[in-house]
């Protein structure tokens, strides 16, 4: 007979490890079918075993489509395939996942981001059968987080465009008095000198007036206008502005299409598009403006057929100083600009663009009904 001492040993030895999860059916099924954790379970050829309700509803596949085959190859993105094979290997390996941040896609191809738990299972014996996953699904939470981090870093740029802006106007009009002063009162290469010095101060003064569209929140007096009155009008501008290699196409609705904002701040904002419309245009092509009314919403969309927009800058064309352009020859403010108007009329504005196609930027603008008293412009 083996001593206590051989007992004890043996016994510690069958003893699962802190990371392994033992193989139970009474205690599986119950708290992994109610659990609202999606959570699943592989065995060592890594094939589905478990897949409870609330994975089938977080990620679209039901359980009778993947037990008994591997975890869904649509449902993990290309790039963390790799990574995703790594933390399987060590889960077997006896070392648990804990809270690794991933991209998971569902089945109709919807993003979501999930915190990963995974552990090894063992059968009675201690022999490792599997592993078992709980997926946290955080997106909502990341979500917040990187609109938080938005606000915080839009508050911050305002705060310093404006105080850059009010010393640079300053500067900017002492410097623009003296050269008018000169241009006046000379004639010849210095008064020529001193236009130009004229002409790059008006330059500095229109940036200027960008760094304070942008530092200045919704506290400006907006009013209720006919927004297809708005953009119908600029258009002779902006067809100086794009010039004669540019065909402009206006689709307007109708109807008049009523929202409350600034006009200048509309007009500025179809200016810098029509303005990046054209750069993105160089050998010429067709700009579109359209307006309509879809439900309560006015649209306004500005389409270029030029090279499009690549696709790892579109999530930050409208981040305040972003520009693709050379030193020099872009601020990186117009799209900021655009995207302050928006927010301060309480609308929504969004790019789609493909290479080598065109871009398409849309405003979605609340719809108000003007009424006797609302002063429509």
């Given at each position: 007979?083996?001593?206590?001492?051989?007992?004890?040993?043996?016994?510690?030895?069958?003893?699962?490890s802190?990371?392994?999860?033992?193989?139970?059916?009474?205690?599986?099924?119950?708290?992994?079918?109610?659990?609202?954790?999606?959570?699943?379970?592989?065995?060592?050829d890594?094939?589905?075993?478990?897949?409870?309700?609330?994975?089938?509803?977080?990620?679209?596949w039901?359980?009778?489509?993947?037990?008994?085959?591997?975890?869904?190859?649509?449902?993990?993105?290309?790039?963390?395939?790799?990574?995703?094979?790594e933390?399987?290997?060590?889960?077997?390996?006896?070392?648990?996942?804990?809270?690794?941040?991933?991209?998971?896609?569902?089945?109709?191809?919807?993003?979501?981001?999930?915190?990963?738990?995974?552990?090894?299972?063992?059968?009675?014996?201690?022999?490792?059968?599997?592993?078992a996953?709980?997926?946290?699904?955080?997106?909502?939470?990341?979500?917040?987080?990187?609109?938080?981090?938005?606000?915080?870093?839009?508050?911050?740029?305002?705060?310093?465009?404006?105080?850059i802006?009010?010393?640079?106007?300053?500067?900017?009009?002492?410097a623009?008095?003296?050269?008018?002063r000169?241009?006046?009162?000379?004639?010849?290469?210095?008064?020529?000198?001193?236009?130009?010095?004229?002409?790059?101060?008006?330059?500095?003064?229109?940036?200027?007036?960008?760094?304070?569209?942008?530092?200045?929140g919704?506290?400006?007096?907006?009013?209720?206008?006919?927004?297809?009155?708005?953009?119908?009008?600029?258009?002779?501008?902006?067809?100086?502005?794009?010039?004669?290699?540019?065909?402009?196409?206006m689709?307007l609705?109708?109807?008049?299409?009523?929202?409350?904002?600034?006009?200048?701040?509309?007009?500025?904002a179809?200016?810098?598009?029509?303005?990046?419309?054209?750069?993105?245009?160089?050998?010429g092509?067709?700009?579109?403006?359209?307006?309509?009314?879809v439900?309560?919403?006015?649209?306004?969309?500005?389409?270029?057929?030029?090279?499009?927009?690549?696709?790892?800058n579109?999530?930050?064309?409208?981040?305040?100083?972003?520009?693709?352009?050379?030193?020099?020859?872009?601020?990186?403010?117009?799209?900021?600009?655009?995207?302050?108007?928006?927010?301060?009329?309480?609308?929504?504005?969004?790019?789609?663009?493909?290479?080598g196609?065109?871009?398409t930027?849309?405003?979605?603008?609340p719809?108000?009904?003007?009424?006797?008293?609302?002063?429509?412009?």
């Amino acid at each position: 007979m083996p001593t206590t001492q051989q007992g004890r040993a043996e016994r510690s030895a069958r003893r699962p490890s802190a990371s392994d999860v033992p193989e139970s059916p009474g205690l599986v099924d119950p708290v992994t079918s109610s659990s609202p954790i999606p959570t699943f379970a592989v065995d060592l050829d890594q094939r589905l075993t478990l897949w409870n309700a609330a994975a089938e509803r977080t990620f679209g596949w039901s359980s009778d489509e993947v037990l008994g085959k591997r975890v869904p190859p649509a449902m993990i993105p290309r790039a963390d395939r790799a990574g995703s094979a790594e933390r399987m290997r060590r889960a077997l390996a006896g070392a648990a996942v804990t809270g690794e941040r991933v991209r998971r896609l569902t089945k109709s191809g919807d993003e979501r981001w999930i915190d990963i738990y995974a552990a090894r299972t063992v059968d009675p014996d201690g022999r490792p059968i599997g592993v078992a996953v709980q997926l946290v699904d955080v997106t909502e939470r990341v979500c917040l987080e990187a609109e938080l981090l938005q606000t915080q870093k839009v508050a911050a740029i305002r705060l310093l465009a404006g105080g850059i802006a009010h010393d640079f106007s300053k500067a900017l009009a002492a410097a623009g008095v003296f050269a008018e002063r000169i241009r006046d009162r000379t004639h010849g290469s210095i008064a020529e000198d001193a236009t130009s010095i004229v002409d790059a101060v008006e330059s500095g003064q229109a940036l200027s007036r960008q760094l304070v569209g942008l530092a200045r929140g919704s506290d400006a007096a907006a009013a209720v206008v006919d927004v297809r009155d708005v953009v119908g009008r600029l258009e002779s501008v902006i067809r100086r502005l794009v010039g004669d290699r540019v065909a402009i196409e206006m689709r307007l609705a109708p109807e008049p299409v009523h929202a409350r904002l600034l006009v200048a701040q509309l007009e500025q904002a179809l200016i810098n598009l029509a303005v990046n419309a054209r750069e993105a245009m160089p050998r010429g092509g067709v700009l579109t403006i359209g307006l309509r009314r879809v439900t309560d919403e006015a649209v306004i969309e500005v389409s270029d057929t030029g090279v499009g927009i690549p696709s790892a800058n579109l999530a930050a064309v409208f981040e305040p100083f972003f520009t693709t352009k050379a030193t020099g020859q872009g601020t990186g403010l117009g799209l900021a600009m655009v995207r302050g108007f928006v927010e301060n009329a309480a609308g929504r504005v969004a790019v789609r663009s493909d290479a080598g196609r065109g871009s398409t930027f849309s405003i979605w603008l609340p719809v108000v009904t003007p009424t006797a008293g609302s002063g429509v412009v």
